[in-house]
């Protein structure tokens, strides 16, 4: 499993954060995904809109619909290796998720304020 992609992460590059993010999810996580900016992807074959690209990350699996923001964050990590699929399904429970999609939000909101953003990193209002 561990060469087949099963999915596309899709990210803000223009972010510091997000590249940041995306940079520590690839070395530790490692996902079985191909990883790339929204700038640079082909948005209408992945089935995504621009502002759904500012507005968060985005998983969009190979088979089945795409997920986006704390969704997408539980996806990715669900289809990773150990510990990362389990902490994924963990993140993913009905009332584990409504934290999670608050905490991404929170972070969202935020991201701007955080290490490595830049300008950019404001999300469109």
Request: proline share 8%; with cysteine.
């Amino acid at each position: 499993m561990a060469n087949q992609q099963l999915g596309t992460v899709v990210f803000d590059g223009d972010c510091g954060f997000c590249t940041w993010s995306i940079d520590q999810m690839k070395r530790w996580v490692k996902p079985p995904a191909a990883v790339v900016p929204f700038q640079f992807a082909d948005l209408q074959r992945l089935g995504l809109t621009l502002a759904e690209c500012e507005a968060a990350v985005q998983w969009v699996p190979v088979r089945g619909p795409a997920r986006s923001g704390g969704r997408a964050v539980a996806a990715i990590l669900k289809t990773s290796g150990f510990p990362w699929s389990g902490l994924g399904t963990l993140a993913d429970l009905p009332g584990v998720r409504v934290l999670v999609d608050l905490l991404y939000r929170q972070v969202a909101a935020h991201r701007y304020q955080l290490p490595g953003a830049t300008p950019a990193c404001r999300l469109p209002q």
